[in-house]
T-cell receptor, first 114, second 116 residues
């Protein structure tokens, strides 16, 4: 069965540094991969989507890469701020899966210290 | 972006009672909505796909008779947890896809259910 892993349960960094979060998957490459932010007691909020044939996507201070050889996506937040502190989830949809059948990782809780 | 609301945000009930959770798309129509469940420090797990005008599609291992889903209109889906038990205590989240076949999912704020 398809599996998705976010390596770190928690990541602590200093304000101004770049946070790098990792998402690995097994077996087949997904049709696309998404990153979400989730604050405590709230639903996830969509951040970025990257497709199988794309290597990199950017949005303001966010950057996502997708390496189908390594079966890995990296999520970067540059010039991190305390307000970036949250849990970040990666989610995949595989070919043949329905649009809403996102397979989520457990998330990485990011803490940015001032 | 589009807004999805959920009501109630928190509910505490006694074991054996039924609880209804509403999911609404506020500024767009959603023929399909999705219901997820999340345990602390665990992944969101898709429970079922709610389809307007037809029966919901349940994921393997999810009891249809326990988690009743009704997609009453293009902006409303409800999840009813019947005869709730303490093990049903969880965070329930709904989502609706971006209109026009886009891939973005808009999630509701979630409902925290506690069954005593």
């Amino acid at each position: 069965s398809q599996k998705i892993e976010q390596n770190s349960e928690a990541l602590n960094i200093q304000e101004g540094k770049t946070a790098t979060l990792t998402c690995n998957y097994t077996n087949y490459s997904p049709a696309y991969l998404q990153w979400y932010r989730q604050d405590p007691g709230r639903g996830p909020v969509f951040l970025l989507l990257i497709r199988e044939n794309e290597k990199e996507k950017r949005k303001e201070r966010l950057k996502v890469t997708f390496d189908t050889t390594l079966k890995q996506s990296l999520f970067h937040i540059t010039a991190s701020q305390p307000a970036d502190s949250a849990t970040y989830l990666c989610a995949l949809v595989w070919y043949g899966g329905s649009q809403g059948n996102l397979i989520f990782g457990k998330g990485t809780k990011l803490s940015v210290k001032p | 972006g589009a807004v999805v609301s959920q009501h109630p945000s928190r509910v505490i009930c006694k074991s054996g009672t039924s609880v209804k959770i509403e999911c609404r798309s506020l500024d767009f129509q959603a023929t399909t909505m999705f219901w997820y469940r999340q345990f602390p420090k665990k992944s969101l797990m898709l429970m079922a796909t709610s389809n307007e005008g037809s029966k919901a599609t349940y994921e393997q291992g999810v009891e249809k008779d326990k988690f009743l889903i009704n997609h009453a209109s293009l902006t409303l889906s409800t999840l009813t947890v019947t005869s709730a038990h303490p093990e049903d205590s969880s965070f329930y989240i709904c989502s609706a896809p971006e209109a026009g076949g886009g891939n973005e999912q808009f999630f509701g704020p979630g409902t925290r259910l506690t069954v005593l």
